[in-house]
Structures are given as C-alpha cells and as structure tokens.
C-alpha cells in the first residue's frame, strides 16, 4: 500500500534584507491510500507550503518527504512516476485552467504524457473522466474555460487530476473560492471519487466543519507548528490545544443561542418562536 | 459566479447534492476547433474597427508597395527636362522636382523602402524582444536579473544619436544591416513588457499545473504561455515597425543613410537640399503625409488590441454615452435613479 | 520624508552600470569598423597636431594596433577621467569638450522646458479627458495621436514653412539673430524667446499625444476601482476625488514612462535641432556626422547618454518619494 510521509520536515524562506520566515517547523504526518487527512490552519500557518513542498514545487530547508520508505525522486524517470502518483487540485478554479486551451485537451495531455491509455482510445477515456466528475461530457468538451462556471471547473479540475489515475490526491482548499451553495456537492463528489478510487486524499481546508465532515484525521496546523493531530471526531469534540478550541468556538453554530442585549429583542421569541 | 444547474434537477433538499448530475442549459455545443482554428480566433483582437481600419489602411500601402511597377506613371529617378518644379497636373499627379522627377512615382517607389525595411526591422525586433523577454520572465535568479539589466541598458541610452553613430560607420549598408540596427535600437521595449507579463504568467496556477503534470519546458513555453502572450507580442510588434518607420525616415532625412535606399525620408531630404521650402509645397508634404497616415494607421491597430486586452477602456466611453443619453452623468457622485415615469430624478 | 536609502543605491548601481556600457559601447564601435577616415585625416594634417592631441586621437580610436586591446581599453578610461574627450576636427582642433559645452545650454533649456511643459499639460489634460470619459472632450485623442505620429522634423518643417516664412510670426532658424552676442540683456532674451517660439511650440504639439492618451488610459482604470467610488460617496466634493485620489494614482505609472520616454524626446530634439538651426547638441552631432569629425561625434553620443541618465535618476527619484510600494518592490 502507498504511503508518502512527512518526516520532520522544516521549511525556511529567505527574504531579502528581512528576517528569514518559518513556514513549516518539525512536521510529520504519514498519507495513506484509502484514507483522508485534513489540514487545518488559518492563512500563513504553513498549509500552502506543505502542498508545494508535495508537488516538489518547493523543497523542504530540512527533513525527508518519504514515499514507501524511500525518499521521493527528484528528477528523470523517477520523478515522472512520483508525479503521476500524486496529483494536485488548486483552490481556484479560474486560474487552475489555462484559458487558451478547451477542456478536451487540458484532460488529453496528462493521459498523453503518462500513457495511461493507448493513444486510439484517448476520446473515449476523456468521456469516461467527465462523465466520471459528472459533467455533461458532450456540452462540455470543446469549451473553454471561460464559458464554464465556477463549480464546472473545478470539476474538470478534479478530473484532470485524476487523468493519470493517481494513488494520491492533494486538495488545496477546492470549495474555497466557490459559490456556498454548491460546496457541499463538490465535495460529496471527491468523497465519492475517493471511496471508489481507493484515493489518499490531503484535504487542505480552513473550514473545521467541511473538515469533519471529509476526513477520517484531523491535522490542525498553526504558524508552522502541528498542535493537535488525531482522527476527526476526537479532534472536534475533544479538542486538547487551545488553538483548535478557538477554531472550534469560531465556527458559526447555529444551535447556539446568543445572549440578547438590552434594548435588542431576542431574535426567536420576535419572530413568534420560529429559531 | 453559480452553476447553471437550471434543467434537470433530481430532488432538491438538505443532504441531496443539488448537483447529482450537472446537465446545464446550455447552448449547443461548439463545432470541435483544431489547433490552427483557435489560433485564427484568437486574432479576434484584430476584429473592432479601430484595428480593422488600421489594417486597411496599411493594406493599401502594402498594395502599392508590390504593385508599384504597374502604378506609377515614370521611374522614380527619370528626369523630365520640360517639366521642372511643376506643381500637381494631370501629367504629373504630384508635381515635379527641381530635375523634373515625378513625385507621385517617387512616393510609390520610396513605399516599398519604408515598408521592407520597417516590417524586417519589426519582425527581428519582436523576435529578439520575444526571446530575451520571454527567458527573463521565465528563469529566475541571476539570469532574469542580468537579461533585465540588459534590457534596460538598451533602454536608456538614446536610439537617436547610437543608430547614427552606428549607421555612419558603413559606406552603403544593405537593406537588412539597416533594419537590423533599428531592430537592436528598438526591441527593449517589448522586452521589458514581455518580462513582466511572463513573470505574471509563470505563477498562474493554470502553468504550476501544467509542470506537475510533467509538460517539458519547450512546451511550457510556447504552448502553454505563448498564446497567453500573443496579444502582447502582437503590440510590441506594431510599436517596433512604427519606431523603424521613423527612425528610417528620420535617418534618411538626416542623410545618414544613403540615398540608394529610396524612402519617403529621402524623397524630403532632396526637398530640403535643393530649395523646396516654402514654396513647392507639393514636393515636401505628400511624403511626410504618408508618414505620418502610416503611422496613424498602425496606431490604429494598436488601440485596437489595447482595446481588446484591457476591455475598460473600451466600454468606459461607451456607457457614458450611453447614460447620458438617459440624462444621467457618469462622474456624478450621487447615484441619480430614475422613476418610471420621468427622467432623471 | 522618508528617503528609500536602497533603493536609490540600487538605481545609482544600475544607472553606473549602463554609464560603463555605454562608454564601452562608445569604445567598441570605431574598433568593429574601418578607422579609414581618421587615418587619412591624420595623414592630412600630420605636421599641425600637437603630439598629445595625436596620441589621444590614437587611443580613442584605436589606431594604436601595436597595443593590445585591453591596453587600449585602459588608456581610453585614462583619456576619460582626465576629461579629455579628443580634439574636434571640424573646430580647429579645440577640445571636444569645450565645444560641447557651448551647445549644451541651448538643448538643455530647449529640451528641458518642452518636455516639463508637455508632461504638464499631456498629464492634467489627461486626466481631465480620462475623468469626463464619453464626452466631446474624447476627440481630442485621435487628433493628438495624429500629430504624435507625425515626424518631428516634418511637423517643424511645415511650421516653418506656414509661421515663419508665409505669416513672419516668428524667426525661422537659430536661436537668436544674425550678428547678436549672447548676454544678459531683455533685447537678448527677447531674442532667445521668439526663435525659441517655434521649436518649442513644435516638440510640444508632437510630444503631447503621448502624455494625454497615457493619462487617459490610467485614469479609466483608476476610475474603475472601488476606493474612488467610496469617495466619492463619502461626499467629497468632485475636483478632490478628481485630483488627489484618481490622478494622484494615475500619475505614478506616467512618471516611469517618462523616465523611458526621455531617450525618444532627445532623439525628437536632435532632428528638431537641424529644422530650426538651433545651436544645440543635436545639430552639432548631425554636422560632426557630415563631417565625418568622430571625436566629437563619440563626445556627443556620451554627454547625450550621460544627460538622459541624469534625467532618469531625477524621475526615479521623484517616483520613489510619490509611491510608498516604490521602496519595497522590485525596481
């Protein structure tokens, strides 16, 4: 089974004429196949880093990124095939998808590149990855980016990902920047494509909700600094450092009822009960 | 930006995916466009009037230019002793020069020095800029910073007194060493803009995902980025024919270059020389008229891309007609909102 | 004030920088190509050139073969520090450098007071036009881009012909009258303004279209953004939100387009300089061509470079005091 870890993995930037800035301090966690891992943390808490330090988009000042045991190539053949194990699905779907180009060939050339089927059944496999993210292959396909909304490509998004059938997935904050409503069914759909994949997904998230609702493990991260880590419902419910009780209290819940200044009427009892 | 998920929902709810299967309302699909296809539409920034006029215009020089032979009336040399300083008539369109040369002929002729001149400089230029710019933007580190350096030393010292300098060290410099040294005078420009607009580019997640994908860097870059760029690369090459348009004339005129090369630069250069001014008005100002209707024209084209690549100055003025018809001003502070039955409240 | 230390250093390096190529440039280009012409004048007047005059016009050329390039290089570095720029041909042997300096002020004055006056008016009719967009005022760019594409010298030379010989308004040529000494006295500087009328009134009216759709462009976008309609909802009155909120912002990116724009203006000024016969650097340059006198034309060519990078620091500076982000980013 596939395994990629993190081990101790420190990473620091150096900034012209500044201090130098700690974007990862000590990390490790293990990614499993079949398993899904949360990250948590507010913007600057080191998640974005450790999705570049993955994709080999960056490389860590300290510590070994391991897949199997091995530490993870960094060039030729071996690179090629760690890429096309781990694929990435940006947080915004506007730019994650090159304008110029129509969704027929943003899906062709990942499965070009890794081979992945012979060349003759290229059309029918970029059916099968629309279909497969749910999308109406035929109004879709020679489109470009710019006629599709939000939610659509993103969905493209996720089936250009997954083009080179990949054992892992890294999700960096994928419903961030979509409309509310239509969050829950993108997500639905990686859960589902992850269940019948066999997928280990990194879910990179600021939403604690969206969290737990996902991921079977909860990583919470803050200035660089793993603080809490352990499956999803222990870490919600009982959550052991201070940092993430403050995330979990600044979650909007709307069973909590809001003690009413004078002079404000109680919403409930104004609107006649209804809450 | 919401989904257009209008037709065909199943049931709709908490907890039900809204979206089980996205089928959208959708226009019918496209006809598939191959590679070439796309490509020709993307020159749809040549498609609104200011360009299309623009390119008319330089259509029609281009025209004269090929079909020079056919269109004028003598050689442009040929000497007519009857005829000296002859104003515009039917024999001579434009008149005649102090030897009795035709200066509608001359002016046909001199097209074809400017324009074979001003597009080879243009297009060496553009590709000198495309590729400094380009890599400058790409790479990091010392090299962008020293291929930036070098734009910008190119960009500070003056065009003017270097391409004199230059040109005067040659006795009768060919066609393509003169358009080569406005081409090394004029592509820093592009290539300052194209830097920074590949550097941009480059951190676009659409080209971070490209490279996890594995494309190599050859078609990272002309694949994935150059259609990005094409609007860009089209502007900077019809600003670096415009400066070589100039620059020539103006060295012609200066009598740096020889006047084996006929241009409309040099058909002024003779007027000056030989006494033309005030008087003959018809010799010296049919030439830098077509100068400067050249010029206007590729300007034109210009605005036209601007136009199309920056969409605000297109309809900034359009919407302010177009509220001022209604009595409303744009520049007003107060938001005027009007009722339905009278104008502006 | 707060004065951006770095980033004034990193100009300063940048502008040293392109000084040593220039100077390099200057010291290559006679070595690429044939010296003919300098030897033969050397032959010419072999017995009449002080011996000093002679090594230095050797060292500038290159014509001391026998010393190896990199010989040649140093003791061309010698020549410049000393201030020697070589003896002009064509003035009787006198120094390069006196000669320079007495066409210098012309162009200087000339130049400098058109393109302050046409980034002045470009820049506020700019903003105007940009502020008023949709009104009659927009005809006002078509025509302006008409004339910037015009040729300089062809724009002067119609000038002359219809003001100065048809209608006698101004002088046609050089920059005072024919017999006049230059002092300071108001019947000389009465002189100076009118021959200057022309020449300036043309670079202004080329030069200006550049400045006005630039300003126009960046005030459209300016306009769009959302500080300038809370702005103006606050109820501030028009002319503030107009003047210190748009064109304010505006301006910055003209301020570096004038930086790059002052190696155009000195080209437009040279050419200008040759219509008019006005005794500044650029005719001097365009004689010393004809004449075929190369130290003066290689004297010319880095005093020229030496002013536009002068020129430049000057705009460098004046942008890193109005932008706050000058001193953080990259320049």
Redesign the interface.
Known sequence: MTALEFRNVTKRYRVR?AQPILALDDVSFTLRERQTIALVGQSGSGKSTIAKIL?Q?ETPTSGQVLLDGKPIPTRGRGL?AY??QL??V???PF????????I?YHLE??LR??DVVPAAETDAEVRRLLERV???A??????RPHEL????RQ?V?IA?ALA?RPKLLVADEPVSML?V??R??VL??LAELQRDEGLGVLYITHDLATARHFSDEIMVLHHGRVVEQGAADDVILTPQHEYTRALRAASPDPEKHFASAPGIPDVRTANGGAA | MTDTAAADMPATGIGVPETATVRTAMAEPPRRKSFWGQLAASFAMFRNPKSLAGLIIIGVFVLVAVFGDLIAPFGPLDKDYQALRQGPSPAHLLGTTHMGEDIFSQIVFGTRGVLVVGFLAGIMGTFIAVIVGVIAGYTRGWKSESLSALTNVFLVIPGLPLIIIVASQFEDPPLWVIALTLAVTGWAWGARVLRAQTMSLRNRDFIQAARANGESLPRLIFVEMLPNLLAIIASSFVGTVTAAVLGLTTLAFIGVIPISNLNWGTILFWAQSNGAFPNYWWWYVPAGLCIAILGVALSLVNFGIDEYVNPRLRSAGERARAMKKRGLSVTQAVTAVRTPSEGAS | MNIPFRFILNRAVFYLFTLWAAITINFLVPRMMKGDPVTAYMAKYRGQISPEAEAAIRALFGLDKDKSLWQQYLDYWGLLLRGDLGASFSNGLSPVGDVIATALPWTLGLVGLATVLSFLIGTVTGAVIGWNRGSRADIIVPITTFFSTVPYFWLGLIAIAVFASTLGWFPASHAYDKGSAPEWSLDFIGQVVAHGALPLITILIASLGGWILGMRNMMLTVLDEDYITVAQAKGMPTRRVLWRYAARNAVLPQLSSFALSIGFIVSGTIVMEMVFSYPGVGKMLLDATSAKDYPLMQGLFLIITLAVLCANILADIAHAILDPRTRQSEA
Do not use: C, E, K
Request: no cysteine; glycine share 8%.
């Open positions: 004429g994709t988009l090629r890429r096309q694929r990435m940006f947080q915004d730019a994650s998808l090159n304008p110029y180009h129509s027929r050339r990942p590149l890794d749910r999308l109406d035929d109004a879709v396909i020679d489109r909304s939000g939610g659509q969905r998004a250009r080179s409309d409503s239509i829950v069914g639905n759909l």
